[in-house]
């Protein structure tokens, strides 16, 4: 058996297959499913490589030769996955218009939860967020912007694309597409409902000069409807908010439904809509909640698909989280009405060798994996100023703290002195008193002890022993007092 040597598309790893006309391999590094297609293939007689005006391949398909090719890459991002698209064009001067697009992904976020977690994303990409559209509405919206006019939709029926006759490989893929951008945004979800299905619309229209035209359109549409759960709830302090709410509530059944309606909205079971955030947030539709709770429960309709029953995709009313889906390719053709037969089979062939080049994809995944390493290291930046802040904000603490011990201190010794001072000052008044009462002044002898002395001595002295004596009138002659010993004294 011969082996060729070939390199993943998505993640660059190498890989071993055997040389068959057709064949599929599974990356051992990323588990990305990978269609081989050879040069071999008798309808493959006729390649051509599509170009853009500054030499990069985009891809190569099966055209005719005197078709005029083109390629043109948008560098701008999509949505979160897809860094760059493609579009390839093949004309002819009887009219034909071949045209193909590559993988677009949008998501439409229904949690409210989710998409606040998202929205938190650095370099987030909006552009990829919108409501969900069928696989109708995405190829009228196609149709429309390729060729500029109006047209009116005639049948439906499968397209025989790479896709559309491979499912697996298909289903494969989207969920290699899902986990990527699971680990885009560091959550994981599961997968409730999958759609992988290859589509051919053929629409009729008309030129301005009344000429009929028939237009092919077609793609490989790709869908899943997932819930969030889990992982999701182990980041959110739900008993911190239970515990909160509760020095509010109390055990009560208002508490109790306000704790049911916060795991609900968390797990996607109910939405917090504007109404709701404009009549009281949580609380209020707790409240209400808990009334409507005693009144019979309407009528619902948006019962799960029955067993053998085609689910339903992308429903408004069905519970989940979100809705990825997009086209893996997009594919049209117009032609004139009376050239429909060779414009048919141009085009079919056109589909069923399209293929993008390798080195586009390696490329798609090297921008990826550059953009998850740009926002680990501004989340890792951000990580560090916030630890820096914490670190700020605790030294500020620790200084306050500091500062209010000092000043309780210092107040507190001020106080002290106060009580002293107004102890003392109350004492003396209260000594004046006393003294004012017994009609007596105090003195203080020599050995510091308080005498009392009629207020009718004019003059006191004291003696060697502390004998203290007053004297009425004139003072008397210090030579006298010198002789005796004894001095006169200040009362207090």
Known sequence: ME?????CPQCGASLSVDSSDVNIAKCPKCGSTIHIRYEKNENDNGRRDFVTADGIKVASAVVPED?????????????????????????????IVLVSDSKELYHDVRNIFIKTIIGLVPNHTSSGYCSFMDDEQIMKDFVSSTYNRQFRLVSKTRLPSFLGTHPQEALDQLKTDIQTFDSFVEINSTPVNHRCESILYRYESELENGCKVVIFAGMDYEGAELLYGGDLLKGLNLDGIKENVSKIFGDSPSFNSLNETISDVIKGKEKLTFSDMMSGGLIGKAMRKQKEAKEPEPVKNDEPAKENEEPIFGHPKRRVDQITFGAYRKYACLALADREEDAQRIFLNFVATLITDQAMGQRQNEKIAQKMAEIRQVVAQNQAIVMQKQQQLHAMQ??????ISEYSRSASEGLMDSIRLRNESQDRISKA???????????TNSYGQDVSVSVGADHVYENQYGDVYGVSGNALDQDVLNDLNWKKIDDK
């Open 3 to 7: 082996l060729k040597a070939f390199v």
């Open 67 to 95: 078709f005029e090719l083109s390629a043109t890459i948008n560098n701008s991002w999509q949505s979160e996955m897809i860094p760059f698209t493609a579009r390839i064009k093949a004309s002819d001067d009887n009219g």
């Open 398 to 403: 620790m200084e306050t703290s500091k500062k």
């Open 433 to 443: 008193r006393s003294e004012a009462t017994m009609g007596v002044n105090t003195y």
